[in-house]
């Protein structure tokens, strides 16, 4: 593999991020420039200036006193854009920051994130700001009560909505945490191979695309059916954010696609029968494997009738999900947007402009013109004649700065879990707010089992016999046997920054309930600490020294105290039960 040389005047190459940051302007010579404008690849130079693209072309020269990056023998693209991923743990030990170094060293510069609560954007943001990472979209999450979405995630995270008036309102509430787009989860199939979830009906998802335009807002769709493939067509969405697989496309289907301007990301990664590195089925016959072969051979031909037509298509991958590493499997999607049957010209440049394109971000990112981001890569090959040489990545440059290759200077950041702690403050919460946010100023969450049948919650402040507000817990267990509920106290905005209680002994809480057991929690950034206590109708004031929490996950992480993000309270009772606590003056002592 070579290297692209760079022209220092002796500098050595453990200096080269601090030169390129002194540096103005960054000047990339002889590379095989692909754009993504449409244009044949040309031989010719790239010039940055203050993070954006000065001049780029075949007659461009390099200023005087830049700092010159020899490319000979590399070929120069447009950073990747994936515009489907969930920042969750996939093959990584430490989320967030691993998974930045994962997009990073793949060449992928933009991402949409459809994991977060709202919530937690900002401090996101602040946090990334601090990392060698991407550019991050946050797009806020609405499905439908137990719809793909909801089945898993509180409503802090993924609004339920099954009206026009409850999407509005929705939108409207998500609109003031400035997200970046918002994800629609509208079709219930569950491809065949478990019970269909509840599906958005086409008033309901209308409301809530003309809402989320009005807040210029992009809407992109969770739709996986040809018959919600029109629906959504009819709806205003802009992007459908996944194949649509339980047919073949039909033309009048594909006209109506056509004829909305919509664009589509088919996640062609996440639905590959065998993936990378994965051993095939032991039954290749099996009911389950035959479904898989048969959505994904729907997913290509879809994609590939969908693209003939005309509809522009986008680059996502579902990264995050089981299977689908980040950052590798941006690269597997535009292998198997070829063979869809494609041209490597056509995936890449999908996979740069047409992301950008449909993200409404084309004049900032997505080809190599000047005036835009200078974020680029640097690759062994012709990707734009074998789509495998996207792989060989040499060197990654986000806004302008050597992120990924020899000579980077990666963030320190990255090698954090979490960002630095704060120091944790006495009370947690006493309740008296009655505007469902805590005494810290942080968004209480109920907290209740996951899955199709979840367990049925409601929590509220209430008065206090005497004086003062209260908690109240209640619920009716679902028909499985972990079921649970409780609530969840974020210690800071969004659980994202975490807090150092060291300055204390342990957790004090009042509690009454219906005389079961309950689960206290401590969340932290590296782990998850229980002890249980007892509650019948009289109050009781009980102090659980930071001693008694034991570690509840399957990595024995002794507790330090150090890295706090939630205080948590639970009940589990049979299947079918019903169960109350209700809780007050929280706080560390």
Same mark, same amino acid.
């Given at each position: 593999m070579t290297r692209a040389r760079i022209l220092l005047g002796g500098l050595c190459a453990a200096a080269l991020s601090t030169s390129l940051a002194a540096a103005q302007p960054l000047a990339v010579v002889n590379a095989e420039i692909f754009d993504a404008t449409g244009a044949a690849p040309y031989r010719g130079t790239l010039v940055v200036d203050n993070g954006r693209i000065l001049a780029v072309g075949p007659k461009v020269k !390099? =200023? &005087?006193?830049a700092t010159i990056v020899d490319a000979r023998g590399e070929a120069l693209i447009p950073g990747l854009f994936d515009v489907h991923t969930h920042w969750t743990p996939n093959g990584v030990p430490d989320v967030t920051p691993k998974i930045a170094d994962a997009y990073v060293? /793949? %060449?992928v510069t933009s991402v949409n994130d459809f994991h977060q609560q709202p919530e937690s954007?900002? =401090?996101r943001r602040a946090w990334l700001g601090t990392l060698t990472a991407p550019h991050v979209n946050f797009v806020a999450r609405i499905s439908t009560p137990g719809g793909h979405g909801a089945d898993w995630a509180d409503q802090? #995270? #993924?609004r339920w909505v099954d009206t026009p008036e409850g999407a509005r309102a929705a939108v409207e509430a998500i609109a003031a945490y400035k997200p970046d787009a918002i994800k629609a989860f509208t079709d %219930? @199939? +569950?491809?065949g191979s478990a019970p269909d979830n509840t599906t958005m009906d086409a008033w309901t998802l209308k409301a809530l695309t003309e809402t989320a335009h009005k807040y210029g807002l992009k809407v992109l769709t969770h739709t996986v059916t040809v018959e919600q493939g029109k629906v959504a067509a009819s709806s205003g969405v802009d992007v459908i954010a996944h194949s649509l697989q339980d047919e073949p496309l039909d033309a009048g289907t594909i006209a109506s696609i056509k004829a909305s301007g919509l664009f589509y990301a088919p996640t062609l990664a996440v639905y590959e029968p065998v993936k990378p590195g994965a051993k095939p089925p032991a039954d290749p016959d099996s009911p389950r494997a035959r479904q898989s072969r048969l959505k994904f051979g729907y997913a290509l031909s879809n994609t590939k009738a969908l693209f003939d037509a005309g509809v522009p298509l986008a680059l996502g991958t579902d990264a995050g999900m089981t299977g689908t590493p980040h950052g590798s499997s941006t690269l597997r999607e535009l292998e198997l947007l070829v063979q869809a049957g494609l041209t490597p010209s056509q995936a890449l440049t999908i996979g740069t402009a047409g992301s950008a394109r449909a993200m409404n971000q084309l004049a900032d990112r997505g080809t190599l013109e000047a005036g835009k981001r200078a974020d680029f890569v640097l690759v062994s090959g012709k990707p734009w004649e074998t789509i495998s040489d996207v792989r060989k990545v040499e060197r990654v440059f986000i806004d302008g700065k050597l992120s990924y290759g020899p000579g980077a200077k990666r963030s320190a950041a990255n090698d954090r879990i979490a960002p630095p702690a704060v120091k944790a403050q006495a009370l947690v919460d006493d309740f008296e707010r009655a505007d469902g946010r805590t005494s810290l100023d942080t968004l209480r969450l109920d907290d209740f089992d996951g899955g199709r049948d979840r367990s049925l919650e409601v929590s509220q402040i209430i008065e206090r016999e005497g004086g003062g507000k209260i908690l109240s817990v209640g619920a +009716?267990? !679902?028909? &499985? *046997? *972990? /079921?649970? !509920?409780g609530v969840l106290l974020p210690l800071t905005r969004g659980s994202v920054v975490p807090t150092d209680a060291t300055a204390f002994k342990g957790l004090k809480l009042a509690v009454r309930g219906d005389g079961g057991a309950y689960v206290v929690s401590l969340v932290g950034a590296t782990g +998850? @600490? #229980?002890t249980k206590v007892e509650a019948g109708p009289q109050w009781k004031t009980i102090e659980l020294p930071f001693s008694g929490f034991k570690p509840a996950g399957r990595e024995k992480t002794a507790f330090t105290g150090t890295d706090l993000l939630q205080v948590g309270v639970e009940g589990e009772r049979p299947a079918g039960a019903k169960l109350w606590f209700e809780l007050d003056d929280v706080t560390f002592y």
């Open positions: !390099a =200023p &005087k006193g060293a /793949a %060449g954007f900002a =401090p802090a #995270t #993924t %219930g @199939w +569950r491809y +009716r267990m !679902a028909s &499985k *046997d *972990d /079921a649970s !509920a +998850r @600490w #229980t």
